[in-house]
C-alpha cells in the first residue's frame, strides 16, 4: 500500500473516506474456505477487481512489488503471450488496466539503473493517473558491497559512491526527463539494508542522510526505507 498524501490527518474529509473503506478491508464478511478449483473455475480478475475499486480514495494507490508473475495468467493476464519475453515486456498493460492497481514498484532499478527506453515502453503502457514506486540503483545505498559473486570485483569492499547525488543524477534521472515518465513517477525509494554500528556509526549515517536528502534535485518525490530498528529515533526524525 502506498499513500501519495503526506498529511492525511489535516485534508478535510480525507478520513470519513478512508476509514469506512479500511473498516471493509479489515473486518471482511465472514466466508466459509471452499476446497480450491481448477483455474477456469475460480473468479477472474473481472470478479476480484470490479467490486469496490470505486470506492478507493483517490490519494491512495494499490499495488504490488513488480508485476510480471507468470503464476497470476489465468486470473489477472488473460492475454494469449507468443514467449516469456513479450509476456515480461507487455504485461503491464492488462495490470494497469486493473481498476484497483494504481501503482507498481520497479524492483529492478534497485540492481541496475534505469533505462531510458524502457521506462518510456512502461510510460506507454499505463494510464496517467498511474503512478510507479521506483527503487534507487544499490550503487547509492550500499556501504559495503557483500561479499557475493555479482559484485566482482567490488564484493567486501566499502563503496565510494554511497550517497552520492551526483551518481544520481548522473545515472538514475535522465531516465526520468521524458514528460511521459515524469508524470507517471511516484517515489524514489532509498533502501537501506540492516549494517552494524561498525559499519558506519548511526549518528554518521543519520548526518550523512541528512546531507544528501538536501542535495537532491527538486520535481521528484523521495522516500527512505531503514532496516535498522535504531535508527528509529527522535534524532533520526
Sequence with gaps: LA?????????????????????????????TQAPLLDLAQTATADDIFAAGAADLPPNVFLGTSTWAFPGWKGLVYKRAYKSER?????????????PWFRTACIDSLFYNPPNPETMRRYASQVPE??????????????????KHARYGSLAGQE???????????????????????ADRSGPFVLQFAPFSPY???????????????LKLPKGFQYAVEVRNRELLSKRYF
Design 86 to 98: 513479450e509476456f515480461t515486456q507487455r504485461c503491464l498493460e492488462e495490470y494497469a488496466a486493473l
Design 199 to 213: 559499519v558506519m556509526p548511526y549518528d554518521e549515517f543519520t548526518e550523512r542522510l541528512a546531507e544528501f536528502l
Design 3 to 31: 499513500s501519495f498524501a503526506p498529511h492525511v490527518g489535516a485534508v478535510p474529509g480525507v478520513d470519513a473516506e478512508i476509514v469506512p473503506f479500511f473498516d471493509r478491508m479489515r473486518y471482511p464478511p465472514q466466508v
Design 129 to 146: 493517473g498511474f503512478r510507479w514506486v521506483s527503487k534507487v540503483w544499490e550503487r547509492l545505498t550500499i556501504l559495503k558491497y557483500p
Design 159 to 181: 563503496n565510494p559512491d554511497f550517497l552520492n547525488v551526483e551518481v544520481l543524477k548522473e545515472k538514475v534521472l535522465p531516465a526520468y526527463e521524458d514528460s511521459a515518465v
